[in-house]
């Protein structure tokens, strides 16, 4: 039964967030720094995720997953994401892009053989973007042709998170160019099929124990049982399964914003200048209330946009305008921590730093800021 406010959790959310909570402090705070500076996401800890149940939330049951809901998922991000937005990422694109896709669009067959692996150990990835196809997605030019063995794909992909640990590939290729978007289709791509190669990972600014790679395709062959769908119908399955796994972004931004935001809460009242603590200060106390507001009111949009997919009415307005609202709120709640610990918010010893680091991203990733307010034009003029 889902609470009147928006922000009250059932008992059984409390308990999960309390048990992300407490995994996240215990298990990834302390590694949060070697990852980032490493770029690559502990083995273990992407194991110990499985086992936790983190990776198939939203996964019945019968296939080994914990039969959660859409909410469940974003809450779970949020908390991760508290402690390192690339941890809430991994968790993010498995749950609600890669699973969400196979949920929504596999058939019994392909339920029954992936399914059971996304629980138990396998990492999904979701490729779409290529070089010359980033905010316009349907240009893209991975080129998919039928022969009597299945499907030729040729082409490359890039910004593929997930992509260096990945099983798994949601991946999008035109299987007819002449028809524009109504070509593309979606194809179930394991990693070790013929021709399919994982290439070099991006040195990014943020996020970068979350891995980013290229991926090439040399007459990589897909057998026909792994057509996601039908055939041109690809670009329906590639916004739908986008318009949700925005409100997973806007959670990973919530819960980064609200980690910058304790740190420098907590740093204010430690802090001491001129013989007093800086949270004494007017002027540092109206930054933390400002932060606290922009923070209380992405939750509320978060939350509100998770809410409405699980009730199955229409979200996507309030997705686009969550992951718009959190990715300004998480860089700027972000740019203020690193303002309120002065000189030491420079440095890496500190942790507000990683947080405005990871935090541009947000504005980039699953719909650029400019696209979501196209978007919810579109949406408010339409009415």
Same mark, same amino acid.
């Given at each position: 039964?889902?609470?009147?406010?928006?922000?009250?959790?059932?008992?059984?959310?409390a308990l999960l967030r309390q048990a992300v909570r407490e995994w996240a402090?215990?298990?990834?705070?302390?590694? @949060?720094?070697?990852?980032?500076?490493?770029?690559?996401?502990?083995?273990?800890?992407?194991?110990?995720?499985?086992?936790?149940?983190?990776?198939?939330?939203?996964?019945?049951?019968?296939?080994?997953?914990?039969?959660?809901?859409?909410?469940?998922?974003?809450?779970?991000?949020?908390?991760?994401?508290? @402690?390192?937005?690339?941890?809430?990422?991994?968790?993010? @694109?498995?749950?609600?892009?890669?699973?969400?896709?196979? %949920?929504?669009?596999?058939?019994?067959?392909?339920?029954?053989?992936?399914?059971?692996?996304?629980?138990?150990?396998?990492?999904?990835?979701?490729?779409?973007?290529?070089?010359?196809?980033?905010?316009?997605?349907?240009?893209?030019?991975?080129?998919?042709?039928?022969?009597?063995?299945?499907?030729? %794909?040729?082409?490359?992909?890039?910004?593929?998170?997930?992509?260096?640990?990945?099983?798994?590939?949601?991946?999008?290729?035109?299987?007819?160019?002449?028809?524009?978007?109504?070509?593309?289709?979606?194809?179930?791509?394991?990693?070790?099929?013929?021709?399919?190669?994982?290439?070099?990972?991006?040195?990014?600014?943020?996020?970068?124990?979350?891995?980013?790679?290229?991926?090439?395709?040399?007459?990589?062959?897909?057998?026909?049982?792994?057509?996601?769908?039908?055939?041109?119908?690809?670009?329906?399955?590639?916004?739908?399964?986008?318009?949700?796994?925005?409100?997973?972004?806007?959670?990973?931004?919530?819960?980064?914003?609200?980690?910058?935001?304790?740190?420098?809460?907590?740093?204010?009242?430690?802090?001491?200048?001129?013989?007093?603590?800086?949270?004494?200060?007017?002027?540092?106390?109206?930054?933390?209330?400002?932060?606290?507001?922009?923070?209380?009111?992405?939750?509320?949009?978060?939350?509100?946009?998770?809410?409405?997919?699980?009730?199955?009415?229409?979200?996507?307005?309030?997705?686009?305008?969550?992951?718009?609202?959190?990715?300004?709120?998480?860089?700027?709640?972000?740019?203020?921590?690193?303002?309120?610990?002065?000189?030491?918010?420079?440095?890496?010893?500190?942790?507000?730093?990683?947080?405005?680091?990871?935090?541009?991203?947000?504005?980039?990733?699953?719909?650029?800021?400019?696209?979501?307010?196209?978007?919810?034009?579109?949406?408010?003029?339409?009415?």
């Amino acid at each position: 039964m889902t609470s009147s406010a928006l922000t009250e959790l059932t008992s059984e959310e409390a308990l999960l967030r309390q048990a992300v909570r407490e995994w996240a402090e215990s298990r990834v705070r302390p590694l @949060v720094r070697e990852m980032d500076e490493s770029g690559h996401f502990d083995g273990d800890l992407l194991r110990e995720c499985f086992r936790q149940g983190w990776m198939s939330i939203q996964l019945p049951e019968q296939f080994g997953g914990s039969g959660g809901t859409f909410f469940d998922a974003a809450l779970v991000v949020e908390e991760l994401s508290r @402690v390192d937005p690339s941890a809430g990422v991994v968790v993010d @694109v498995q749950n609600t892009l890669v699973n969400n896709a196979l %949920l929504r669009w596999a058939n019994a067959a392909q339920k029954t053989k992936y399914l059971p692996r996304m629980a138990n150990d396998c990492l999904g990835a979701y490729a779409l973007s290529e070089p010359a196809s980033g905010s316009d997605a349907f240009a893209l030019q991975t080129r998919a042709e039928k022969t009597p063995q299945g499907w030729k %794909l040729n082409g490359r992909k890039l910004w593929i998170t997930n992509a260096l640990e990945a099983g798994l590939f949601v991946l999008f290729a035109n299987a007819d160019p002449s028809a524009g978007y109504r070509g593309i289709t979606g194809f179930l791509v394991e990693r070790e099929f013929p021709g399919f190669q994982v290439g070099k990972k991006e040195d990014k600014l943020g996020i970068r124990a979350s891995s980013t790679c290229e991926l090439i395709l040399e007459d990589c062959l897909v057998p026909d049982e792994n057509v996601l769908g039908e055939v041109g119908k690809g670009y329906k399955i590639a916004i739908e399964t986008l318009n949700e796994g925005r409100i997973g972004i806007a959670a990973q931004m919530l819960g980064l914003a609200q980690g910058a935001l304790e740190c420098a809460t907590n740093y204010a009242q430690e802090r001491k200048q001129f013989g007093k603590p800086i949270a004494e200060f007017q002027g540092v106390q109206f930054q933390l209330a400002l932060m606290h507001i922009e923070v209380e009111a992405a939750r509320l949009m978060v939350y509100n946009a998770a809410r409405l997919k699980d009730a199955g009415a229409s979200f996507v307005k309030e997705a686009a305008m969550a992951k718009y609202f959190a990715s300004q709120a998480a860089e700027h709640v972000a740019s203020q921590a690193v303002e309120i610990y002065g000189g030491y918010g420079f440095v890496k010893d500190y942790p507000v730093e990683k947080f405005y680091r990871d935090a541009k991203i947000g504005k980039i990733y699953e719909g650029t800021s400019n696209l979501q307010l196209q978007t919810i034009a579109k949406l408010v003029l339409k009415k």
